[in-house]
């Protein structure tokens, strides 16, 4: 079936990175945008940016151009999201999610299951 | 950058009531690229309603959304005991993509 899997919860110090990845199967990889959203404990859905099916071009929120870095592997069917310069704040649940395809604007019709960050000392 | 503003934040209503609730865009969605997502606790936002009043697969017919421009309306005709959890609005027409702060339907 048409899913999304993410990698595993993770905790990282402050100043650190972490780079969380999202496995699509049951469609056509490469015709798809793919996007990661991130919701923090009890607050509301953040669009953190966008990578288009050929994986050379990514949109990203305001807030995280300077430390946000999303990249796809085709031949893995997988999406990384990389976040740097980690602070308390970035403490959430991060989702990966479908987007629109090559010809058709989409809504975010797939989701992946989240991944939990924290981030602590 | 197009801001949604939800409302209510919190609806009380009964099973059975019909619930409404209104996503308000700060500039006019093109394209009516508006959609709906409902969100249960510890579970992934699930896509209810795209293109402002498409229904997406699966999803019940007493959910439906209305609206254009900078006004958008998701109704719950007949609210069940699983329709009581969290429902947020999106623009994803082009960057930046946003979401509204979410409503929650809670049980009277």
């Known amino acids: 079936q048409v899913q999304l899997v993410q990698s595993g919860a993770e905790v990282q110090k402050p100043g650190a990175s972490v780079k969380l990845s999202c496995q699509a199967s049951?469609?056509?990889?490469?015709?798809?945008?793919m996007h990661w959203v991130r919701q923090a404990p009890g607050q509301g859905l953040e669009w953190m940016g966008g990578?288009?099916?050929?994986?050379?071009?990514?949109s990203y929120a305001q807030k995280f151009q300077a430390r946000l870095t999303l990249t796809r592997d085709t031949s893995r069917s997988t999406v990384y999201m990389e976040l740097s310069s980690l602070t308390s704040d970035d403490t959430s649940v991060y989702y990966c999610?479908?987007?629109?395809?090559?010809?058709?604007?989409?809504?975010?019709?797939?989701w992946g299951q989240g991944t939990m960050v924290t981030v602590s000392s | 950058e197009i801001v949604l503003t939800q409302s209510p934040g919190t609806l009380s209503l009964s099973p059975g009531e019909r619930a409404t609730l209104s996503c308000r865009a700060s500039?006019?969605?093109?394209?009516?690229?508006l959609a709906w997502y409902q969100q249960k606790p510890g579970q992934a936002p699930r896509l209810l309603i795209s293109g402002a009043s498409s229904r997406a697969t699966g999803i019940p017919d007493r959910f439906s959304g209305s609206g254009s421009g900078t006004d958008f309306t998701l109704t719950i005709s007949r609210l069940e005991p699983e329709d009581f959890v969290v429902y947020y609005c999106?623009?994803?027409?082009?960057?930046?993509?946003?979401f509204g702060g979410g409503s929650k339907v809670e049980i009277k």
């Open positions: 500039q006019s969605v093109s394209g009516s690229y």
């Open positions: 990578i288009n099916p050929g994986g050379d071009t990514t």
């Open positions: 049951g469609y056509t990889f490469n015709i798809y945008y």
């Open positions: 999106q623009y994803y027409g082009s960057s930046p993509l946003t």
């Open positions: 999610a479908r987007g629109s395809s090559v010809t058709t604007r989409r809504a975010f019709d797939i």
